[in-house]
């Protein structure tokens, strides 16, 4: 499974850009949708924003039955999760908060090629002196890292 191909579309791309950006003070996290591609191809079709402050377990049962019972269709699944944590979320160079970790192990349980999917801005600490457009020069906005959940 280690080289499982992950292909997105470009509207689950944007969603989770938009989710990070409009919540960049929060951690943020969604779901990914989609379904397996080839043998080792997991295509993610669309994301859901799910939370971008604190959540009760009460909610993250209800919001996965909505996904289940609104967003899929045909053969689509919940293939994995993605999380814009904030660096103070990330304690131990962890790559993910213990909350996406335990909801990963949700979706694994359910879909052996389950992704997790980091998103992490490429910026700078914010500086009230310099124009906004001073502070993206040489930034790629936000960056993507695939992994894949076991």
Same mark, same amino acid.
């Given at each position: 499974?280690?080289?499982?191909?992950?292909?997105?579309?470009?509207?689950?791309?944007?969603?989770?850009?938009?989710?990070?950006?409009?919540?960049?003070?929060?951690?943020?996290?969604?779901?990914?949708?989609?379904?397996?591609?080839?043998?080792?191809?997991?295509?993610?079709?669309?994301?859901?924003? /799910?939370?971008?402050?604190?959540?009760?377990?009460?909610?993250?049962?209800?919001?996965?039955?909505?996904?289940?019972?609104?967003?899929?269709?045909?053969?689509?699944?919940?293939?994995?999760?993605?999380?814009?944590?904030?660096?103070?979320?990330?304690?131990?160079?962890?790559?993910?908060?213990?909350?996406?970790?335990?909801?990963?192990?949700?979706?694994?349980?359910?879909?052996?090629?389950?992704?997790?999917?980091?998103?992490?801005?490429?910026?700078?600490?914010?500086?009230?002196?310099?124009?906004?457009?001073?502070?993206?020069?040489?930034?790629?906005?936000? /960056?993507?890292?695939?992994?894949?959940?076991?």
């Amino acid at each position: 499974m280690a080289n499982t191909q992950l292909t997105m579309k470009d509207r689950a791309y944007l969603i989770m850009h938009l989710h990070a950006v409009k919540y960049h003070n929060f951690d943020c996290m969604g779901v990914l949708i989609g379904q397996k591609g080839g043998s080792n191809e997991v295509i993610v079709e669309d994301s859901v924003p /799910l939370f971008h402050q604190r959540f009760q377990t009460g909610t993250l049962e209800v919001a996965f039955d909505m996904i289940e019972s609104v967003y899929l269709k045909g053969e689509q699944k919940i293939v994995g999760i993605y999380e814009a944590a904030l660096p103070g979320s990330l304690t131990g160079g962890r790559e993910q908060t213990p909350l996406a970790q335990y909801i990963c192990e949700q979706v694994h349980a359910q879909f052996r090629e389950a992704v997790f999917v980091q998103v992490k801005p490429d910026l700078n600490a914010a500086d009230d002196e310099l124009e906004v457009e001073e502070q993206l020069k040489g930034s790629q906005g936000l /960056l993507f890292k695939k992994f894949l959940v076991n």
